[in-house]
């Protein structure tokens, strides 16, 4: 944990200046304003080519802030910024052609079918994917014919991931991928995000489905009122509060254990970073008393608890300021 009084905390070596070979994104101390808001305060990142990387936070974190200034949608008041070795602020069709974003809403004309939108899409690009392998990849092959306007919200979904895809971008930004998904299609969603990413694709994934970051993130950074709070990989996150979690209850309410402390629920539960001493501690006083430990568990914290624990009271609370103006830099 940082004892130097900021609350950052890197285990994965970015907060150092590496070079930018390598790195699809590079981003150092980033600031954005829309006028009293501070939404984004000092954000550094940096995301390795290749990779797919989880920017997870509550709502008004400067997630989406992020994400439009780095994909060039959002002008930035201060910082540097290089994505596929571009300054967004300057980029041109050429750069924007290698980029991909998959936003919360997109607007497709409703009366076109899914194989018309795709087609039109792909007139945009120098070498689109060809319309048969982008619908087999996001599960569109039956809906080739269906109008946009009657597709299901995860229909819809897909649609817009194809859209993004028609282009093969080198840096895909997905923002909540999977909102809407049922099981089946988000498992679908996750294979394709994975099989991206094996073909060389660097996905910058926004999402607070944490099981998604889990599931699919190499690393993960974690934003709270537009500061980074914590990024490294996902179990190199669980360091932050101790390796392992021993919990377990026990059978006389009366007595204490000489471990860890109880939540709401009567269960008991510590961190530890090597748990052989506390357990031996612990088994040795129940032995000694008397006491059952019932239910004994020893883990590595989740990604929630992590999340959890680094956004604090902030997730309590939705930060998104009353007025949001329509501002969009190009
Ligand atoms: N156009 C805008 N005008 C004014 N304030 C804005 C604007 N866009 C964002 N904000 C404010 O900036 C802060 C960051 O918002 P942002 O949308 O980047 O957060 P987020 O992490 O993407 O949130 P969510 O998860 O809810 O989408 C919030 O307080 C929000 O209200």
Same mark, same amino acid.
């Given at each position: 944990m940082d004892t130097t009084g900021s609350p950052t905390v890197s285990?994965?070596?970015?907060?150092?200046?590496?070079?930018?070979?390598?790195? =699809?994104v590079l981003v150092r101390g980033l600031e954005r304003s829309y006028g009293d808001v501070? =939404?984004?305060?000092g954000v550094d990142l940096a995301v390795v080519r290749g990779e797919v990387f989880a920017f997870l936070g509550p709502n008004g974190a400067g997630k989406t802030t992020t994400v439009e200034i780095l994909a060039g949608y959002r002008h930035r008041d201060a910082g540097k910024v290089s994505v596929l070795g571009v300054d967004p602020a300057r980029a041109d069709r050429a750069w924007r052609a290698r980029i991909g974003i998959v936003c919360q809403e997109t607007a497709l004309d409703?009366?076109?079918t899914v194989g018309e939108t795709l087609s039109m899409f792909a007139r945009y690009y120098p070498s689109p994917r060809p319309l048969g392998e982008l619908l087999a990849m996001c599960g569109l092959s039956d809906l080739a014919k269906r109008r946009v306007g009657v597709l299901s919200g995860g229909q819809r979904r897909r649609l817009d991931v194809a859209v993004t895809l028609v282009g093969r971008p080198e840096l895909l930004f997905l923002d909540e991928?999977?909102?809407?998904?049922d099981v089946a299609a988000r498992r679908a969603a996750w294979d394709l995000i994975r099989q991206l990413r094996d073909a060389g694709t660097t996905i910058f994934l926004t999402t607070h489905n944490l099981e998604e970051a889990e599931a699919l993130a190499d690393r993960v950074a974690v934003i709270v009122g537009g500061r980074i709070v914590g990024e490294g990989k996902p179990s190199e996150l669980a360091t932050l509060m101790g390796r392992y979690r021993i919990s377990f209850t026990i059978d006389r309410p009366g007595e204490t254990p000489p471990v860890g402390h109880p939540d709401a629920d009567g269960r008991w539960s510590l961190a530890a970073e090597d748990p052989r001493e506390p357990l031996k501690c612990l088994v040795d006083w129940a032995l000694a008393a008397g006491v059952e430990l019932a239910d004994l568990e020893v883990r590595r914290p989740t990604l929630e608890e992590i999340y959890l624990t680094l956004t604090g009271a902030a997730t309590a609370g939705d930060q998104r300021s009353p007025a949001r103006a329509e501002e969009h830099a190009s």
């Open positions: 285990v994965g070596g970015t907060q150092t200046s590496p070079s930018t070979a390598g790195l =699809a501070k =939404a984004v305060r409703e009366y076109l991928p999977t909102t809407g998904f």
